[in-house]
């Protein structure tokens, strides 16, 4: 069968028609771009698709009601009288900018009182109407009195197995086994209560966390006062051989150092250790040499 040319011809006009229909709407019906596409010569041909933002479910005045009846900012701003104080509530719709695990929006409270100013602050989940976060006292300006699970050393150092078993190795490392009731055990049991402090401290209680540093500080400084004026310092020999003390000094070493490899973090005041100390090896002051746009810190300085 032969097939005329002009017939032949108008097939494939045809076919490559509806060809490019296809492609057309495949092009159309493809996912947005996440970013904008530019063509050769750099020209932008195509932008993100930008959704539309969800509205809010609950209003101001109610996201206001819910925060000012969360327990914790109910206890704090009961220290502080009506008059002069404000509230204000801002709708963020982005969940990216809300409380971890959020769905949709968020709202943002804020409760001032002249003159102390900022007094409490928080986040209220817009679909679940509830707190998700309640910071009160210290803990607006200062997120390190939050707390959170390893924001401070890494998540590792301070569980119950790694931290109580340093604990534990280093009160059998030096205890006076022979002599129970001893000072040595005591200043011992002292050092070691420094942990009650941490545990409320990594949970956000500061005003739990710094009264319980005080008992060992004031028993440290009598004891070494007392020492320093008698000269009666505790004398005590060893309990394990010094080839076992050594090999567990080396071990927990490196097991130290394995964690901050793994799992550590460190703040401004690590950072302004290190770098002051280079800076004076160097010659170099460490005091207000940092250059930054924004205010002085103590980590600025100290050069970091």
């Not at 340093?166 to 205890?175: H, K, N, P, R, T």
């Not at 956000?204 to 710094?210: E, H």
Request: net charge positive; hydrophobic share 45%; proline share 6%.
């Amino acid at each position: 069968m032969v097939v005329p040319e002009k017939a032949l011809t108008r097939l494939l006009a045809v076919a490559g028609a509806l060809l490019a229909a296809a492609a057309i709407t495949s092009t159309a019906l493809a996912a947005p771009p996440s970013t904008p596409v530019y063509d050769s010569k750099g020209r932008i041909i195509q932008t993100p698709f930008a959704p539309s933002q969800a509205t809010a479910r609950l209003t101001a005045q109610r996201a206001k009601q819910l925060f000012l009846a969360d327990d914790k900012v109910a206890d704090w701003l009961s220290r502080y009288p009506l008059k002069g104080r404000r509230v204000s509530a801002t709708y963020e719709p982005s969940p990216q900018r809300c409380t971890f695990a959020t769905q949709g929006g968020c709202w943002n409270l804020r409760v001032d009182w002249d003159p102390a100013g900022e007094i409490a602050s928080g986040r209220i989940d817009d679909r679940a109407a509830r707190v998700t976060e309640a910071w009160t006292g210290p803990q607006v300006a200062w997120k390190m009195a939050r707390g959170g699970k390893g924001a401070f050393g890494g998540a590792k150092i301070n569980s119950y197995s790694v931290w109580l078993g340093l604990c534990i190795v280093f009160l059998l490392g030096l205890a006076e086994y022979r002599r129970p009731l001893s000072w040595r055990n005591l200043d011992l049991l002292m050092l070691l209560s420094f942990s009650v402090s941490l545990w409320f401290f990594n949970r956000g209680n500061v005003f739990a966390a710094v009264p319980l540093v005080y008992p060992p500080l004031a028993y440290l400084l009598v004891r070494c006062l007392w020492i320093g004026w008698t000269g009666r310092a505790v004398r005590g020999r060893f309990v394990w051989p010094y080839w076992v003390l050594l090999a567990a000094a080396v071990f927990l070493a490196g097991f130290r150092i394995g964690l901050n490899v793994e799992d550590s973090n460190v703040i401004d005041v690590g950072y302004a250790g290190v770098i002051g100390a280079q800076r004076i090896a160097t010659g170099q002051s460490p005091y207000s040499t940092f250059q930054s746009r924004r205010p002085r810190r103590g980590a600025d300085l100290l050069g970091a």
